[in-house]
């Protein structure tokens, strides 16, 4: 599976963004998808999963009830619509796919994007 990450960029406090995650060689649906994000200096990060079919979805603390996870299996794309962003939100956020369990741990994942930079200035 070949995953590319797009969406990001420089925005100022309180802005959205909506990123996306396109795939190619496998259809996704067969995975678990999730964003995780690191901070310059910082250990990568679990933000959002979302099951295969897109019924459950995932989040964390952080980001709870201001990011959405979304898919389109049809489309082969996973998605992330960040809303009312702040300087925490400042990294590089890479989307994953995998079959494992436990949706919030990097080794769940087998595949992985690129990588897509959001910064958002205050």
């Known amino acids: 599976v070949q995953l590319q990450a797009s969406g990001g960029g420089l925005v100022q406090a309180g802005d959205s963004l909506r990123l996306s995650c396109a795939a190619s060689g496998r259809f996704l649906s067969r995975y678990v998808s999730g964003w995780f994000r690191q901070a310059p200096g910082k250990e990568r990060e679990f933000v959002a999963a979302?099951?295969?079919?897109?019924?459950?979805?995932y989040y964390a603390d952080s980001v709870r009830g201001r990011f959405t996870i979304s898919r389109d299996n049809a489309k082969n794309a996973v998605y992330l619509q960040m809303n009312s962003l702040n300087s925490k939100d400042t990294a590089v956020y890479y989307c994953?796919?995998?079959?494992?369990?436990?949706?919030?741990?990097?080794?769940?994942?087998?595949?992985w994007g690129q990588g897509t930079e959001v910064t958002v200035s205050s």
């Open positions: 994953g796919v995998g079959a494992g369990a436990m949706v919030d741990r990097r080794t769940s994942y087998d595949y």
């Open positions: 979302i099951g295969r079919s897109g019924v459950s979805t």
